[in-house]
T-cell receptor, first 118, second 111 residues
């Protein structure tokens, strides 16, 4: 398994434009999460989808939206881009599981998409 | 408000010295706590999680609910431990699920 894959690797857009980022989870994982990472900061949680339903949402404006498809891949859409949206966007997949230690939601991260807004 | 605080941006230690990376959290409820690590030119990956109480690569972390801390420790640092370390928590708050990362601590182990 190649792990979590994301496309594209890099993207340059101008203010006001729209962008779509894509993510394919690890085979068997039913949950996908999206994060924004600005230089010098930790990943900021945007959304989590589980079985095609939104399970969690961070503090991001409505310009950010996402969806999950029947094959569990996901898209993150950002409308009306601002300069401040320039960041590394990380996708992570997980299969919330119950093992002997309890329920856990370990995130398996992709390499990220570097978005630059000019 | 839910928050994860890592007070040190950079921690430098000599090889063989003990290491402690601090993590404090603020959360109303019973979160799950994690440490993630990012080695140079690699993806962010799980190091350990509090519910499994395991030791990974010599690192341990104990959840202290009274002090709301989850510090990462290793008795003898190695050069290959040099990396970026993130503390994180997951859980439900205000009816929605969240996964919150700290700002990270860069660990440099000097020869």
């Amino acid at each position: 398994d190649a792990g979590v894959t994301q496309s594209p690797t890099h993207l340059i857009k101008t203010r006001g434009q729209h962008v779509t980022l894509r993510c394919s989870p690890i085979s068997g994982h039913k949950s996908v999460s999206w994060y924004q990472q600005v230089l010098g900061q930790g990943p900021q949680f945007i959304f989590q989808y589980y079985e095609k339903e939104e399970r969690g949402r961070g503090n991001f404006p409505d310009r950010f939206s996402a969806r999950q498809f029947p094959n569990y891949s996901s898209e993150l859409n950002v409308n009306a881009l601002l300069l401040g949206d320039s960041a590394l966007y990380l996708c992570a997949s997980s299969f919330p599981q119950l093992d002997s230690a309890g329920t856990t939601d370990t995130q398996y991260f992709g390499p990220g998409t570097r978005l630059t807004v000019l | 408000a839910q928050r994860v605080t890592q007070p040190e941006k950079l921690l430098s230690v000599f090889k063989g010295a003990p290491v402690e990376l601090k993590c404090n959290y603020s959360y109303s409820g019973s979160p799950e706590l994690f440490w993630y690590v990012q080695y140079s030119r690699q993806r962010l990956q799980l190091l350990l999680r509090h519910i499994s109480r395991e030791s990974i690569k010599g690192f341990t972390a104990d959840l202290n609910k009274g002090e709301t801390s989850f510090h990462l420790k290793k008795p003898f640092a190695q050069e290959e431990d040099s990396a970026m370390y993130y503390c994180a928590l997951s859980g439900r708050a205000s009816g929605t699920y969240k996964y919150i990362f700290g700002t990270g601590t860069r660990l440099k182990v000097l020869a």
